[in-house]
């Protein structure tokens, strides 16, 4: 069992910048894939970006350029930073991890407006 609690939502403005960080239980945190998803009223989950055990990193193409995932093992932290942010960032942001099966965390909001 994992658990995954998000932090570092909020209201930003257009174009502004933030980092969302993902706590994750347990011992075997350097094994997992992790990624970050969102979901916006309305619209089903997406993913936004997400990085393997050994750090390959992929991307949504709508933040490529913008976003970065990164992950400290030594920690159990996952982060987001996300950058140029634009209205239609706003959404409900969700940790997962992923090994055999996936887990997830209660979500953060990012509310990106002016």
């Known amino acids: 069992q994992v658990q995954l609690v998000e932090s570092g939502g909020g209201l930003v403005q257009p174009g502004g910048s933030l980092r969302l960080s993902c706590a994750a239980s347990?011992?075997?945190?350097?094994?997992?894939?992790m990624g970050w998803y969102r979901q916006a009223p309305g619209k089903q989950r997406e993913l936004v970006a997400a990085?393997?055990?050994?750090?390959?990193?992929n991307y949504a193409d709508s933040v490529k350029g913008r976003f970065i995932i990164s992950r400290d093992n030594a920690k159990n932290m996952v982060y987001l930073q996300m950058n140029s942010l634009k209205p239609e960032d706003t959404a409900v942001y969700y940790c997962s991890a992923n090994y055999g099966q996936g887990y997830w965390g209660q979500g953060t909001l990012v509310t990106v407006s002016s």
């Open positions: 347990g011992t075997m945190f350097r094994i997992y894939a």
């Open positions: 990085i393997s055990p050994g750090g390959s990193r």
